[in-house]
């Protein structure tokens, strides 16, 4: 910004230098006041120029180099409202002296969301200058900017801010909010308390829908260095942030990762290779189900400055190589604060670079079949003004999102805020399912492995629950079936099949020691009507068997299977023997010995459920396996 306008006042000096030192003034006195204030523009003393500008417009006051200089130096002091001032003052003594301040009041007039005088300054400086091709792209942007905002400005998107509350929200700079799933706990980056400048990562928790009074994260998440932009998993359980110039950086910025035990975060560990490089890695986003980070850097192979990228663990729980998200989301400029939704479909970032209202802008962008990211859609004014907006955050059902900023009214500097979704921005409605598992015998809380299948489309879900509180959560398509499965090492497996609602949902999961002689009914092995062909999405829940198997290899089991009382006695036999010789076969072709195994068809001769009803027909139609120590 700076150079510009100094190339304007170098231009005017020399000029004048070359003219016998004549500015546009005839008064010698008045000149010798303004070189005098020139000088101490640029040694930034800008008080005493002011005051030799101010004398020499008390000499001449149509002496137009005073009222650029001044508008200069309001740049500087921040006052842009004064600046177009003087710009205007100085066009108003002669618009044909220097077509330079039409540029530098247009860009002003866009940094302050002025848009339509902007755009008249923006064609003016157009029609009077001869550009190169370079230039006329530029001012081609900066009117198409313009136009931009004038339309989005007749079109507003619903937008009404509130306020988070004091509980949060401070006299300095609460910003960078980061959302559980379950919307309970909230992470927020916040200036130091102290210092004003040092940034520590801090931590609500929701209690009877009222959020309790932030608190530090404390030693081992902050340091006495700073701690910030961070992201917290889905679950709560994991926590990526940004920190700089420490030890172990790679570069000057790095991702460190912390986990959660129990009540207390893990010491953070550089996130390494491939993630971290010798360049600047920052802001980064976890997936919900983990799985996948995004991140900020200004690495090489980018589009332009700072660049969104992607990394994901592989089957050896390592991280790929990051791959840069694409000219969808990247330009030239920079693209920032991503947020993936726990749809894994819809991403917010932020770009300097896309068309917008000025500064940077919040942006969408969602992924299709393909894995192809659409081309990045502005939010909307007055989400988005000429201001910097940042750091987006979308609850799990997509009602709400939740940003920071220095909007009037405010508890101090930054602050942070919520707000109902419009309709047009809403990511794909997710739900979630949380939950504690526990020893049945005791009641004592378990940390034990749990899968959600998708039996509509094989995608699937894993997590672990609390090694203290038993806790878990995932999030989930709505109306979808679910297969359910829970495994710990010396209990017998967990399965039930979930037909999601379009609500959260939370589960009590009881784990039953092994014993001789437990039966254990699978919930999600399926056969055709009459058939003993295992259906595809039987597979799932037969993998898990077989894991079961092979994490237990002390045990034998028996392979049971029942029917309900349809037909003869014998078909039913046949029929349920040659389902359970189905299962059979799958586990000895996944490498379980076969002397681990037997197998026996009950027909009909053991109903757990009355064969009057389909509901108790359905529990008849069933496979189990016995316990055999």
């Keep these: ?21 004549k500015y546009y003034t005839k008064s010698k006195k008045a000149a010798k006041h303004f070189e005098k204030a020139l000088q101490n523009y640029n040694l930034q003393y800008f008080q005493i120029a002011e005051n030799e500008l101010d004398e020499a417009l008390k000499i001449d006051a149509d002496f137009l180099d005073v009222y650029i200089l001044k508008a200069q130096i309001e740049i500087e002091k921040g006052n842009k409202e004064k600046a177009i001032e003087n710009f205007e003052k100085a066009l108003k ?9 039409f540029l530098k009041k247009a860009e002003i007039e866009l940094e302050t969301g002025k848009y339509i005088q902007a755009k008249s300054d923006f064609v003016k400086y157009k029609s009077i200058k001869k550009l190169s091709e370079n230039q006329e792209n530029y001012l081609k942007k900066k009117i198409m900017q ?20 004091s509980e949060i929200n401070s006299e300095l ?11 309970q706990i909230i992470t927020f980056t916040v200036s130091n308390r102290k210092t004003n400048s040092q940034e520590d990562l801090f931590v609500s928790e929701k209690v009877k829908n009222k959020w309790e009074k932030a608190k530090n994260l404390e030693y081992p998440i902050n340091t006495e260095k700073s701690e910030g932009a961070q992201s917290i998993s889905a679950d709560g359980k994991t926590m990526v942030f940004t920190a700089c110039l420490r030890d172990d950086t790679y570069g000057s910025c790095d991702i460190y990762i912390s986990k959660k035990d129990g009540n207390n975060w893990t010491k953070p560990e550089n996130i390494g290779s491939p993630i971290n490089s010798k360049y600047k890695e920052t802001q980064p986003c976890l997936s919900a189900d983990g799985k996948t980070i995004y991140f900020v850097s200004n690495r090489q192979g980018g589009k332009g400055k700072f660049d969104i990228w992607q990394s994901s663990l592989n089957q050896n729980n390592e991280w790929t190589t990051p791959i840069n998200l694409g000219d969808s989301i990247n330009t030239e400029e920079d693209e920032l604060a991503p947020f993936i939704h726990y749809d894994d479909k819809t991403l917010y ?26 081309k990045a859609v502005n939010f909307g004014y007055p989400a988005n003004t000429y201001f910097n907006e940042e750091s987006l955050v979308v609850t799990t059902d997509g009602q709400y999102g ?21 309709n047009i921005n809403k990511p794909e409605k997710f739900i979630y399912a949380k939950g504690i598992v526990y020893d049945i015998t005791d009641n004592k809380r378990i940390n034990a492995e749990i899968d959600f299948s998708n039996l509509d489309d094989s995608t699937q879900i894993n997590t672990y629950s609390d090694e203290i509180t038993g806790e878990f959560l995932v999030c989930l398509s709505p109306n979808n079936n679910y297969a359910v499965n829970v495994f710990k090492n010396g209990y017998l497996p967990y399965s039930e099949q979930i037909e999601m609602p379009d609500t959260n949902l939370f589960l009590n999961i009881p784990l039953n020691p092994i014993k001789n002689n437990d039966v254990f009914v699978l919930k999600n092995i399926f056969f055709k009507t009459d058939s003993f062909n295992l259906e595809k999405k039987s597979f799932i829940e037969l993998k898990k068997l077989s894991e079961f198997l092979k994490i237990n290899p002390n045990i034998k089991i028996e392979i049971q299977g029942h029917t309900d009382n349809k037909g003869t006695k014998k078909y039913n036999y046949i029929l349920s023997e040659k389902r359970a010789l189905s299962v059979y076969k799958y586990l000895i072709n996944s490498t379980i010995n076969k002397n681990r195994l037997l197998y026996k068809g009950f027909g009909y001769d053991m109903p757990i459920a009355p064969n009057t009803t389909d509901e108790g027909r359905s529990k008849n139609r069933r496979t189990a396996f016995k316990i055999i120590l």
């Excluded at 700076?2 to 016998?20: D, G, H, K, N, Y």
């Design 1 to 21: 910004m700076r150079t510009l306008i100094f190339l304007i006042i170098t231009i005017f000096v020399f000029q004048s230098i070359s003219a016998q030192n």
């Design 93 to 101: 003594i002669d618009e044909t002296y220097q077509s330079l301040i």
């Design 146 to 165: 313009c136009e931009f905002a004038i339309s989005a400005i007749n079109n507003p998107v619903n937008f009404k801010p509130i306020n988070i509350g």
């Design 349 to 374: 970032f932020s770009s300097k670079g896309h068309l917008g209202m000025g500064g940077s802008d919040i942006f969408i962008s969602r992924k299709g079949n393909n894995n192809l990211w659409s």
């Design 173 to 183: 700079s609460e910003y960078w909010p980061s959302l559980t799933a379950d919307n």
């Design 402 to 422: 939740f940003f920071s900023s220095d909007i009037e009214g405010g508890f101090g500097q930054k602050d942070i805020y919520y707000f109902e979704m419009p």
